[in-house]
């Protein structure tokens, strides 16, 4: 799927935050909720002195927001509008405002498409790591700035520069087996320092868990896989030779090297369509022109028309 919006941009917006399970965003300047946020959600925006003193984002809002439970971020020099709602992303010219809304003509990209929506979220990740959370006290100093509302921005520059590396936005195929030995304590210490960070920035309970590859060598996949990416994982059991089933493409959300092992941790899939058996994912290939054998040691870099072809098909080919 993949639809240019226009006049029904915020209303698109708001149907698909609806349903989805977590909304998120990085949203320059807002001054209305025009999305829907929710408790757990997350969004970054541009909440300088300037923009506050200027009502390009409206100090109050963020407050409200902040009651309800969203977490909430400034980046500095922040001009982007996109939207990640639950699998599929938006990318638009419009900020959350009144004028957006009722006024200006507006136009926005919705998609489906696996590696758009992987690049969206590994930006909207980058960002998180290089903003200030706003809590309590932060948006109260924020509510007391005097408004002036006023035409155009001074040219100011900025403390920080934010950086953005190169969006992982491909897709992955590898063979992956049960890890059978204990973690060693500095792999201990890596793997909760890791998850710790990981619920902090994602905003998940205590408890959340998350899945995680280990690898070793320097190969192909471990060379050229970074955070963004998004991989399909072809499992079998150690004292099998053939896979057994497919783990539905999950987002590479972070990458921690410790000697010889790279971890690699992705979100946990639940669900119906969250597996599938090794024959039906061998169809699924087949069915979308894929030839390349995917056995239980593959390391493919998929392109993209097959890695969007794999998503859009998957839950018929399991229904089938």
Not at 22 to 38: C, E, H, S
Not at 119 to 144: K, M, P, T
Not at 176 to 196: D, G, H, M, S, W
């Amino acid at each position: 799927m993949q639809k240019v919006l226009t006049n029904d941009l915020w209303p698109t917006v708001r149907t698909y935050a609806k349903a989805a399970s977590q909304r998120k965003a990085a949203i320059a300047y807002v001054t209305q909720d025009l999305v829907g946020f929710r408790k757990g959600d997350v969004l970054i925006v541009d909440a300088s002195r300037l923009a506050i003193s200027s009502g390009e984002t409206a100090a109050p809002l963020l407050r409200s927001l902040y009651r309800k439970g969203v977490t909430l971020y400034h980046c500095d020099d922040l001009h982007a509008k996109v939207f990640l709602l639950g699998d599929v992303a938006v990318i638009s010219s419009g900020n959350m405002s009144n004028s957006s809304k009722n006024v200006l003509v507006e136009v926005g990209v919705l998609t489906d498409h696996a590696s758009t929506v992987s690049g969206v979220e590994s930006l909207i990740q980058q960002l998180i790591v290089q903003s200030d959370e706003l809590g309590v006290s932060e948006i109260a100093e924020l509510c007391n700035i005097k408004v002036v509302r006023r035409g155009g921005r001074a040219n100011t520059k900025s403390k920080r520069v934010v950086k953005i590396a190169k969006l992982g936005t491909q897709t992955w195929l590898v063979g992956v087996r049960t890890i059978v030995r204990e973690n060693t304590p500095k792999e201990q210490i890596l793997i909760t320092k890791a998850e710790t960070s990981l619920r902090k920035r994602l905003n998940l309970p205590a408890n959340a868990q998350f899945d995680r590859l280990r690898w070793t060598g320097n190969g192909k996949f471990v060379r050229e896989c970074r955070e963004g990416n998004s991989v399909i994982q072809i499992w079998r059991e150690n004292d099998t030779k053939m896979p057994s089933r497919i783990c539905r493409s999950a987002t590479v959300l972070l990458i921690a090297k410790q000697g010889k092992w790279t971890h690699m941790f992705l979100p946990m899939k639940y669900g119906k369509h969250a597996e599938m058996p090794y024959p039906k994912f061998c169809n699924l290939l087949k069915s979308v022109g894929y030839l390349r054998h995917p056995g239980p040691r593959v390391e493919h870099l998929l392109d993209e028309i097959t890695a969007d072809a794999i998503k859009r098909n998957w839950a018929g080919t399991i229904n089938k």
